[in-house]
């Protein structure tokens, strides 16, 4: 299978760089995948798809403030994890600012290179911890094409984040508020997402792409309400990739910690997940591969093709698409 089988036009002009004033205002696709049936509805009408015994699961994930520049503004850091609060692995632009030995302040911290890694990343280590708060800036993605605001702390973050590790939001879960979920039954998961949910598969061969790894947690509460469940509808590619990842290691979800770099792509057969809620992705992307093989690929360029002749809104602060 070829990374170009997942490749669709979209004009620049349906790409959301803002967020609605109202999370749940947002329109929701709903593909039938047996009959191969669209429909347009509105997010608040996601009750209506949920039978008696189903169970909504979400991801927790709080985004922090990944990124930072230099107090000359000369260079720039993505904090991929921080080994402690003053030794991060960082990616930075540009490279050769950054070199072995190099310098970088940010506030009153001054960071030096310590290591490059194999794949050009940086183990930067400060003589004190970073103000966070003065100088860390949410890692908008590149496609929004703006500097994150600070409206942006609230609006790019779920009602119901708690648990800090992502760069990146889980985007499905943008679309609840608090009424919505409290009208559902649900559990959470967490998976902290990287940066790899930006990069582009540069391959020919869908096979062919190295899969980025990713933290995770399931918690034996969630476990126990996804053992009493009929259907599992996950919300978002993130909780669909933690649920799996651990039926496909154990033959069952368990209550358990680790990393995940399972790629899913057609033909994949879900163990766990029936229904899934999620936004509309790049072309190309793991994402696309992933809806597709839960869907169909057919159906879901099919899909897509509709959403932009009615104008949906795609991607981070976008309109969804319910998957049944």
Known sequence: MLTSDFDYHLPEELIASEPLADRAASRMMVVHREEGRI???SFRDLP??????????LNDTRVVPARYFSNDGSKELLRLQAFSPTKWRCMVKPGRKLRLGNAI?????????????????????????????????????????????????????TVFAREEGSIAAPTAGLHFTPDVLSKLPHAFVTLHVGV?????????????????????????ETVAKIADAKRVLAVGTTATRVLESTAAKHGK??????????????????RVVGA????????????????????????????????????????????????V
Do not use: W
């Open 105 to 157: 302040t940010i506030g009153e911290a001054t960071g030096t290179v310590l290591e490059i890694y194999e794949n050009g990343d940086r183990l930067i280590e400060f003589d004190r911890v970073v103000d966070e708060k003065s100088h860390g800036h949410l890692a908008l993605p590149p496609y929004m094409h703006r500097q994150d605001r600070e409206d942006d702390k609230e609006r790019y973050q």
């Open 253 to 270: 979800v368990v209550a358990e910690s680790g990393e995940t770099n399972i790629f899913i792509h057609p033909p994949y057969q879900f």
């Open 48 to 57: 209506e798809y949920l039978h008696e015994g189903d169970l909504v699961v």
């Open 276 to 323: 899934l809620l999620t936004n509309f992705h790049l072309p190309k992307s793991t994402l696309m591969m992933l809806v597709s093989a839960f869907a169909g690929r057919e159906l879901m360029l099919r899909a897509y093709e509709e959403a932009i002749r009615e104008q949906y809104r795609f991607y981070s602060y976008g309109d969804c698409m319910l998957i």
């Open 39 to 41: 429909e347009h509805r």
């Open 196 to 220: 790899g949910t930006f990069q582009p598969v540069k391959v020919d061969r869908v096979q062919d792409h190295v899969m980025h790894s990713e933290r995770y947690s399931l918690s034996e």
